[in-house]
C-alpha cells in the first residue's frame, strides 16, 4: 500500500495523477490539515510534523511512503530515509532540470515556498542542475491557502497571482517550475496569466511515476482519505478541486 501526505490537499495533485497511471495501486492519504500550510512553519516544526505522519502511515500498512509536499521533502525526506532505512521514500523536488529542456530565454522561474527554498533540498537541485540558466526563486506566500479554501479562480486569485507571478515574468522567465502541490490547482489562472509562450512544468506525473516504479504489488484501486482536520472541509474542498467522492475521514 502507498502512503502519502500532505499538509492539505495540495498533495491531490499528485495522488491524482497516480490515480490516472496507476490505477489499481491502493493509497491511504493524509491530509495534515490540523497543521496546514507547512510553508510558514519553520522546516524544523516540518520535519516534527513529518516524522509524525510518517510514523501514523507506516503504521496503517503502508511500504511505500510518498511526501507529496516540497516543504516536507525539504524539511525531512533525508531524514526519514536515515531513520527507516527499509521503507521506500518519494520526495518531492522543484524541477529544474526538466526545465532546462524547454527555457529559450535562459531564465527559469521556480514558484514555492519560503520553506522549501531555505532548505539544503532546492540548492542541491540548482547546484547540479541549474548550469547555464537564471534560477528566479519566488515565494508565493497565500496561493497555497487560497487552494485549501477551495479558491482556484476569480478575481481575488488572479491578484493573488499575479503579486509573485508578474515579477518572475518580469525578470524574463519563459519556463516555471511549480515547487508546491498545491499549485496545479491553479493552473488554467497561471497559464491565462503568464500567457501561451511560457512553458509551466508540474513534477507531479513524474513523482507519480517514480510512486508506481516502487510499488510492490498492484492493489483494488481502494482510495482512503484521512486528515487530522476538519473532514467535512477537506471534503468539500477535495469535491470542489478534483470532483472525487471519497469520504473523508478523522484521526486523532
Known sequence: MIGMFDSGVGGLSVLGELRRLHPRLDVLYLADSAHAPYGQCSLTEVAELSHRNVGWLLAQGADVIAIACNTASAAALNDLRRVHPGVSFVGMEPAVKPARAYTRSGVIGVLATDATFQGELFASVVGRFADGVEIVARSCPGWADLVEAGKVAGPE????????????????????????????????????????????????????????????????????????????????????????????????
Open 157 to 252: 486569485v488572479e491578484a493573488a497571482i499575479a503579486m509573485h507571478l508578474d515579477p518572475v515574468l518580469e525578470a524574463g522567465a519563459d519556463t516555471l517550475v511549480l515547487g508546491c502541490t498545491h499549485y496545479p490547482f491553479l493552473l488554467p489562472v497561471l497559464h491565462h496569466l503568464a500567457g501561451a509562450q511560457v512553458v509551466i512544468v508540474d513534477p507531479a506525473p513524474a513523482v507519480a511515476r517514480q510512486i508506481g516504479r516502487l510499488a510492490t504489488g498492484r492493489g483494488s484501486g481502494r482510495i482512503r482519505i484521512r486528515t487530522t482536520g476538519d473532514a467535512v472541509q477537506v471534503q468539500t474542498t477535495m469535491r470542489r478541486l478534483t470532483g472525487w467522492d471519497e469520504q473523508v475521514s478523522a484521526i486523532t
